[in-house]
Protein backbone atom coordinates (compact mmCIF):
# COMPACT_ATOMS: atom_id res chain seq x y z
CA UNK A 1 0.00 0.00 0.00
CA UNK A 2 1.32 3.50 -0.97
CA UNK A 3 0.73 6.22 1.65
CA UNK A 4 -0.64 9.40 0.32
CA UNK A 5 0.40 13.20 0.55
CA UNK A 6 -2.97 13.84 2.58
CA UNK A 7 -1.39 11.32 4.94
CA UNK A 8 2.27 12.66 4.77
CA UNK A 9 1.30 15.88 5.48
CA UNK A 10 -1.82 16.79 7.73
CA UNK A 11 -1.93 14.01 10.05
CA UNK A 12 2.08 14.63 10.90
CA UNK A 13 0.91 18.47 11.02
CA UNK A 14 -1.54 17.70 13.35
CA UNK A 15 -0.10 15.23 15.59
CA UNK A 16 2.91 17.58 15.96
CA UNK A 17 0.65 20.87 16.62
CA UNK A 18 -1.42 18.81 18.90
CA UNK A 19 2.49 18.12 21.48
CA UNK A 20 3.10 21.86 20.38
CA UNK A 21 0.11 23.03 22.20
CA UNK A 22 0.47 20.84 25.07
CA UNK A 23 4.24 21.92 25.62
CA UNK A 24 2.99 25.52 25.52
CA UNK A 25 0.10 24.95 28.16
CA UNK A 26 2.83 23.35 30.36
CA UNK A 27 5.20 26.50 29.61
CA UNK A 28 2.07 28.93 30.79
CA UNK A 29 1.27 26.79 33.84
CA UNK A 30 4.96 26.75 34.84
CA UNK A 31 5.34 30.41 34.54
CA UNK A 32 2.54 31.19 36.44
CA UNK A 33 3.26 28.92 39.00
CA UNK A 34 6.56 30.19 39.53
CA UNK A 35 5.79 33.79 39.04
CA UNK A 36 7.88 34.01 35.93
CA UNK A 37 6.77 36.60 33.01
CA UNK A 38 5.44 35.08 30.07
CA UNK A 39 7.37 37.49 28.18
CA UNK A 40 10.93 35.77 29.19
CA UNK A 41 9.63 32.45 27.97
CA UNK A 42 8.18 34.21 24.66
CA UNK A 43 11.33 36.16 23.81
CA UNK A 44 14.10 33.65 24.65
CA UNK A 45 16.29 32.38 21.80
CA UNK A 46 18.82 29.96 21.61
CA UNK A 47 21.48 32.28 19.94
CA UNK A 48 21.21 35.84 19.49
CA UNK A 49 20.90 35.59 15.91
CA UNK A 50 18.01 32.81 16.00
CA UNK A 51 13.46 33.97 16.11
CA UNK A 52 12.29 34.18 19.41
CA UNK A 53 9.49 31.72 20.80
CA UNK A 54 7.07 33.15 19.37
CA UNK A 55 7.98 33.74 16.21
CA UNK A 56 9.04 30.10 16.03
CA UNK A 57 5.57 29.14 16.96
CA UNK A 58 4.02 31.40 14.12
CA UNK A 59 6.64 30.58 11.70
CA UNK A 60 5.19 25.92 12.62
CA UNK A 61 1.88 27.28 12.08
CA UNK A 62 2.34 29.09 9.18
CA UNK A 63 3.93 26.09 6.88
CA UNK A 64 1.10 24.11 8.40
CA UNK A 65 -1.56 25.64 6.87
CA UNK A 66 0.27 27.35 4.46
CA UNK A 67 2.01 23.81 2.85
CA UNK A 68 -1.57 21.79 3.43
CA UNK A 69 -3.03 24.67 1.59
CA UNK A 70 -0.89 24.50 -1.44
CA UNK A 71 -1.20 20.70 -1.69
CA UNK A 72 -4.96 21.25 -1.42
CA UNK A 73 -4.56 23.83 -4.61
CA UNK A 74 -5.79 26.88 -2.41
CA UNK A 75 -4.93 29.95 -0.86
CA UNK A 76 -3.72 30.08 2.82
CA UNK A 77 -5.29 32.30 4.87
CA UNK A 78 -3.56 35.23 6.59
CA UNK A 79 -2.55 34.96 10.57
CA UNK A 80 -1.42 38.36 11.50
CA UNK A 81 1.65 37.84 14.22
CA UNK A 82 0.39 39.92 16.77
CA UNK A 83 0.95 37.04 20.19
CA UNK A 84 1.67 38.26 23.36
CA UNK A 85 1.03 34.92 25.30
CA UNK A 86 1.01 31.41 25.75
CA UNK A 87 -2.22 31.86 25.10
CA UNK A 88 -2.74 33.79 22.28
CA UNK A 89 0.00 31.24 21.00
CA UNK A 90 -2.46 28.00 21.79
CA UNK A 91 -5.16 29.79 19.88
CA UNK A 92 -3.21 30.51 17.10
CA UNK A 93 -2.12 26.58 17.11
CA UNK A 94 -6.11 26.17 17.60
CA UNK A 95 -6.97 28.40 14.37
CA UNK A 96 -4.05 26.40 12.36
CA UNK A 97 -5.80 23.12 13.49
CA UNK A 98 -8.92 23.60 12.43
CA UNK A 99 -8.43 25.48 8.93
CA UNK A 100 -6.34 22.51 8.52
CA UNK A 101 -8.91 19.78 9.13
CA UNK A 102 -11.08 21.64 7.20
CA UNK A 103 -9.10 19.94 3.64
CA UNK A 104 -10.57 17.05 2.42
CA UNK A 105 -8.00 13.89 1.58
CA UNK A 106 -9.14 14.25 -2.57
CA UNK A 107 -8.07 17.72 -2.08
CA UNK A 108 -4.22 16.84 -1.11
CA UNK A 109 -4.08 13.20 -2.91
CA UNK A 110 -2.72 13.48 -6.07
CA UNK A 111 -0.42 16.59 -5.34
CA UNK A 112 2.71 15.17 -5.65
CA UNK A 113 2.64 16.78 -9.07
CA UNK A 114 1.50 19.93 -8.33
CA UNK A 115 3.82 22.93 -9.15
CA UNK A 116 4.20 25.00 -6.26
CA UNK A 117 6.45 28.68 -6.25
CA UNK A 118 7.76 30.11 -3.33
CA UNK A 119 10.42 32.81 -2.37
CA UNK A 120 13.46 31.15 -1.07
CA UNK A 121 15.83 33.84 0.35
CA UNK A 122 13.98 36.42 -1.82
CA UNK A 123 13.92 34.46 -5.18
CA UNK A 124 10.99 32.13 -6.47
CA UNK A 125 11.44 28.69 -6.18
CA UNK A 126 9.21 26.03 -7.98
CA UNK A 127 8.72 22.75 -6.00
CA UNK A 128 6.35 19.42 -7.14
CA UNK A 129 3.79 18.94 -4.35
CA UNK A 130 6.19 15.83 -3.35
CA UNK A 131 9.30 17.66 -3.34
CA UNK A 132 8.08 20.55 -1.54
CA UNK A 133 6.33 18.23 1.08
CA UNK A 134 9.21 16.46 1.74
CA UNK A 135 12.60 18.47 0.85
CA UNK A 136 11.39 21.34 2.08
CA UNK A 137 7.99 21.99 4.19
CA UNK A 138 8.18 18.75 6.75
CA UNK A 139 12.19 19.56 7.08
CA UNK A 140 11.35 23.60 7.58
CA UNK A 141 7.89 22.83 10.08
CA UNK A 142 10.25 20.11 12.16
CA UNK A 143 13.06 22.59 12.79
CA UNK A 144 10.39 25.11 14.33
CA UNK A 145 8.18 22.46 16.34
CA UNK A 146 11.99 21.13 17.92
CA UNK A 147 13.58 25.07 18.24
CA UNK A 148 10.26 25.62 20.78
CA UNK A 149 10.30 22.24 22.83
CA UNK A 150 14.56 23.10 23.10
CA UNK A 151 13.76 27.12 24.15
CA UNK A 152 11.10 25.90 26.40
CA UNK A 153 13.57 22.99 28.04
CA UNK A 154 16.56 25.03 27.77
CA UNK A 155 14.56 27.72 30.01
CA UNK A 156 13.93 25.04 33.01
CA UNK A 157 10.20 23.64 31.14
CA UNK A 158 10.46 19.35 32.88
CA UNK A 159 9.22 18.00 29.60
CA UNK A 160 11.04 15.14 27.67
CA UNK A 161 10.83 13.33 24.64
CA UNK A 162 7.51 12.13 25.05
CA UNK A 163 6.36 15.55 25.28
CA UNK A 164 7.56 16.37 21.62
CA UNK A 165 6.77 13.22 20.30
CA UNK A 166 2.94 12.88 21.56
CA UNK A 167 0.86 10.13 22.04
CA UNK A 168 2.07 7.16 19.94
CA UNK A 169 -1.04 5.18 17.55
CA UNK A 170 -0.25 1.26 17.18
CA UNK A 171 -1.91 -0.30 14.37
Do not use: C, W
Request: aromatic content about 10%; proline content about 5%.
Amino acid sequence: MTISMFQASVPVFLKMLGSMRSILEKAAAHAQGRKIEEAVFLMARLAPDMLPLTKQVQIATDFTKGTAARLAGVEPPAFEDNETSFAALVARIDRTIAYVQTLQPDQIDGSEDRRITRPIRGEPRTFTGLSYLLSYALPNFYFHVTTTYALLRENGLNIGKNDFIGTLEFV
